[in-house]
Nanobody, 124 residues
Framework: QVQLVESGGGLVQAGGSLRLSCAPSGHTFPPYTGGWFRQAPGKEREFVAAIKWSDSSTHYAQSVRGRFAISRDNAKNTVYLQMDSLRPEDTAVYYC?????????????????WGQGTQVTVSS
């Protein structure tokens, strides 16, 4: 069973930065699409960003475009989410996801593998 492990969450003041990391635990697999989602209390899990292994193309939710950057390290099978200019409304549990297809990437059902989530709290 492939398990993704996130790290890097925490508490930060508005305007600050955090970098989240996501790597598979116990297995090595070639994720073709890596993604980040987030879920705030009382809200549905929403798409944040995705990266395609095939061409390194990146895709973002409108709410984070220009502030967040997704990247990957092929050798480490690791996906990162650099979050800058954080706002209180970015507070949520952030989930890493991966899939072995080149298809759609904006919905939770588009991903086969998930992490347990890491809390990000932005204070005002």
């Amino acid at each position: 069973q492939v398990q993704l492990v996130e790290s890097g969450g925490g508490l930060v003041q508005a305007g600050g930065s955090l970098r989240l990391s996501c790597a598979p635990s116990g297995h090595t697999f070639p994720p073709y699409t890596g993604g980040w989602f987030r879920q705030a209390p009382g809200k549905e899990r929403e798409f944040v960003a995705a990266i395609k292994w095939s061409d390194s193309s990146t895709h973002y939710a409108q709410s984070v475009r220009g502030r967040f950057a997704i990247s990957r390290d092929n050798a480490k099978n690791t996906v990162y989410l650099q979050m800058d200019s954080l706002r209180p409304e970015d507070t949520a549990v952030y989930y890493c996801a991966a899939d072995r297809t080149f298809g759609a990437f904006r919905l939770t059902r588009d991903y086969e593998y998930w992490g347990q989530g890491t809390q990000v709290t932005v204070s005002s």
